[in-house]
């Protein structure tokens, strides 16, 4: 691979303010599991990075080793992978982890506030190193792959969207039928707006991987939201069929057939999610 993703060692130690013997021992640790890359050095992604960032607060607060372990696991568990992390906030109390979206805040039920920070300030100084890789990367194009440029797509959602998405369209240039690759470009596209867009790439996955619910799914939120309600209840059927336990489909769909005036499946439909949701 000509540009590999993610941050060496190094840029981790200036990310997060400490020294590389720091970084080093906090992977020695098992808090991540790195990647490696030429000389087998380390390559890490931008969740590890956040995951470090919290083991560095606790080990700073005198945490016992065992909390920490259990803190930093749920961590790992919570972080949605290769996505855009600028507006998370995480907060841990205890072994407890609570991950939130569009900056809402957190408060403990009780016992003290062990770790609470954003992660946006990580984005911002992670910003230069990310276009960096990402230059790069279209300096030696003819060496990259599709599957190069999907990695390195994955990579930079987390810190410049810009740059992933110009990732995902060299993957499918290369490679159309890179179900993948579709799927994730369709998801960033419908996110900054262009939903028409978004629903071309969803139903190309969708075609290539019939079986691919996530495919399915989203092609049906993009058609909800351009206001195709038929189109979108016939996709959201084939969802259910694929994934019959996705909760959010049948809330969707539900929505899907009130709008189009079919109130006793809008009924039967939420009535399904409820039970899913819980369990009941």
């Not at 200036?14 to 890359?37: C, D, E, H, K």
């Not at 240039?173 to 419908?190: I, K, Q, S, W, Y």
């Not at 969803?202 to 309600?229: E, I, K, M, N, S």
Request: hydrophobic share 45%; charged share 25%; aromatic share 6%.
């Amino acid at each position: 691979m000509a540009v590999l993703p993610g941050f060496s060692t190094r840029e981790v130690a200036r990310l997060l303010r400490v020294t590389q013997a720091r970084v080093r021992s906090l992977v020695y640790a098992g808090f991540v599991n790195p990647g490696r890359g030429p000389g087998r050095r380390y390559r890490f992604s931008f969740q590890d990075v956040v995951v470090l960032r919290a083991a560095r607060d606790l080990v700073a607060s005198r945490v016992p080793a065992s909390r920490i372990a259990r803190i930093v696991g749920r961590l790992r568990d919570e972080l949605p992978g290769g996505r855009s992390l600028a507006s998370l906030r995480i907060a841990a109390d205890g072994a407890q982890v609570v991950v939130r979206d569009g900056g809402e805040s957190w408060e403990p039920e009780s016992g003290q506030l062990l770790l609470d920070f954003t992660v946006a300030d990580l984005v911002v100084r992670a910003m230069p190193l990310a276009r960096k890789v990402a230059a790069a990367a279209h300096e030696s194009r003819d060496e990259m792959s599709a599957e190069d440029w999907f990695a390195l797509g994955y990579e930079l959602e987390a810190t410049e969207i810009d740059e992933s998405i110009r990732a995902y369209r060299e993957a499918v240039r290369l490679e159309p039928e890179h179900a993948d690759a579709h799927v994730n470009l369709g998801r960033l596209l419908h996110e900054s707006g262009a939903v028409a867009a978004a629903a071309r790439h969803y139903r190309q996955a969708a075609a290539l991987r019939p079986g691919d619910a996530t495919a399915a799914y989203d092609l049906g939120v993009a058609l909800q939201d351009l206001g195709r309600f038929e189109e979108a209840a016939e996709v959201y059927g084939a969802a259910i069929e694929l994934a019959p336990g996705h909760a959010d489909t049948y809330f969707n769909l539900s929505a899907v057939c009130e709008r189009l005036g079919r109130e006793a499946l809008a009924i039967r439909h939420l009535k399904t999610y409820r039970q899913l949701v819980t369990g009941r």
